[in-house]
T-cell receptor, first 111, second 114 residues
Framework: SQQGEEDPQALSIQEGENATMNCSYKTSINNLQWYRQNSGRGLVHLILIRSNEREKHSGRLRVTLDTSKKSSSLLITASRAADTASYFCAAQGGATNKLIFGTGTLLAVQP | ETGVTQSPTHLIKTRGQQVTLRCSSQSGHNTVSWYQQALGQGPQFIFQYYREEENGRGNFPPRFSGLQFPNYSSELNVNALELDDSALYLC?????????????FGQGTRLTVV
């Protein structure tokens, strides 16, 4: 399977703590994207990091990319209960620029 | 809200039946991709339509077919439904297929095959 992997599969933290999720992928990419999904509904785009970038910030989100290791990480700082969701990384590349998703991390933030 | 609309939101079908799912892309977007997300898994690419032509296909059998209309809305058709087809079907619209193109997802259609 081309699907990437995410680690951990599940993460439970207290409000105010930081959450770190890791992603590994198998293909060559144009970019790596992170999405959030609430309760098995639609995917919300969080951030895109291009293959020539190493780190990117957006609000409380920090993403890193290491193309030599085919890995990325998502850090959510000062987490809130509303951050509770599943988080997916998606590698984008190839002729169609299709997204190859990871297996996801289920984040639970306890109030 | 992404501006991508999918219908219906939920659907129950019997094994062997056929189903059509619909997606209206975001205004101005000419590319629609469909994904299947089984419970507890990440979405898997089914196929993509660009300007009314199929522009790439994932590892899905021919009974999964699609269509894109001149207004860039799209349909996903699945024939001879199997129990394993039960999943959340997501469509994503984007502007073109260039590098670093952001895709906007609809809320999905949850299909249950019994």
């Amino acid at each position: 399977s081309q699907q990437g992997e995410e680690d951990p599969q599940a993460l439970s933290i207290q409000e105010g703590e930081n959450a770190t999720m890791n992603c590994s992928y198998k293909t060559s990419i144009n970019n790596l994207q992170w999405y959030r999904q609430n309760s098995g509904r639609g995917l919300v785009h969080l951030i895109l990091i291009r293959s020539n970038e190493r780190e990117k910030h957006s609000g409380r989100l920090r993403v890193t990319l290491d193309t030599s290791k085919k890995s990325s990480s998502l850090l959510i700082t000062a987490s809130r209960a509303a951050d509770t969701a599943s988080y997916f990384c998606a590698a984008q590349g190839g002729a169609t620029n299709k997204l190859i998703f990871g297996t996801g991390t289920l984040l639970a933030v306890q109030p | 809200e992404t501006g991508v609309t999918q219908s219906p939101t939920h659907l129950i079908k019997t094994r062997g039946q056929q189903v059509t799912l619909r997606c209206s892309s975001q205004s101005g977007h000419n590319t629609v991709s469909w994904y299947q997300q089984a419970l507890g898994q990440g979405p898997q690419f089914i196929f993509q339509y660009y300007r009314e032509e199929e522009n790439g296909r994932g590892n899905f059998p021919p009974r999964f077919s699609g269509l894109q209309f001149p207004n860039y809305s799209s349909e996903l058709n699945v024939n001879a439904l199997e129990l394993d087809d039960s999943a959340l079907y997501l469509c994503a619209s984007s502007l073109g297929t260039g590098r670093n193109t952001e895709a906007f997802f609809g809320q999905g259609t949850r299909l249950t095959v019994v």
